[in-house]
């Protein structure tokens, strides 16, 4: 018998984050894998946007819980990088796959992923899905 599936979610409290923890979620119940939910501010700076609150984390364990996803959450304080947080966690937990959020860009900001999603998506060992917020 093999052991569960494993998925790296990124999130940040923002609409793609949520997003992408959506994402996340249905693949971990549709495969009955172990989600492994990650939190970084930027250089690990907690007054940072991206940094959720206890709160959030709090409250997203609590659904988790309740939709009955096994997880794991981590918040660094390390001072890396987003991508560099997520990319150790996959490697850690030997993911099977990393879902990240996506925003929207303008046409110009397009032709360029944001560098944290760029490094994922370029240094990620496994399958990354990237995930845009509804309209």
């Known amino acids: 018998m093999s052991d569960p599936a494993t998925i790296v979610v990124g999130y940040v409290p923002t609409p793609e984050g949520l997003a992408a923890v959506e994402y996340a979620v249905t693949q ?3 495969d009955d894998a172990r989600l492994v ?3 970084s501010g930027v250089r690990g700076y907690d007054s940072d946007p991206a940094f959720a609150s206890a709160a959030d984390l709090d409250a997203l364990a609590t659904r988790l819980t309740d939709l009955g996803v096994a997880h794991e959450i981590r918040q660094a304080a390390q001072a ?6 997520i990319l150790q966690a996959a490697t ?3 993911a099977d796959l990393i879902v990240i959020g996506l925003r929207r ?3 110009v900001g397009k032709l360029f992923l944001g560098s944290s999603s ?3 998506i370029l240094d990620a060992a496994c399958p990354v ?4 917020r509804p309209d």
């Open 92 to 94: 850690d937990v030997g």
């Open 37 to 39: 939910v990650v939190n």
């Open 28 to 30: 971990a119940q549709r």
């Open 118 to 120: 760029q490094q994922v």
């Open 105 to 107: 860009r303008s046409p």
């Open 80 to 85: 890396i990088s987003p991508a560099e947080e």
């Open 129 to 132: 899905v990237a995930v845009k």
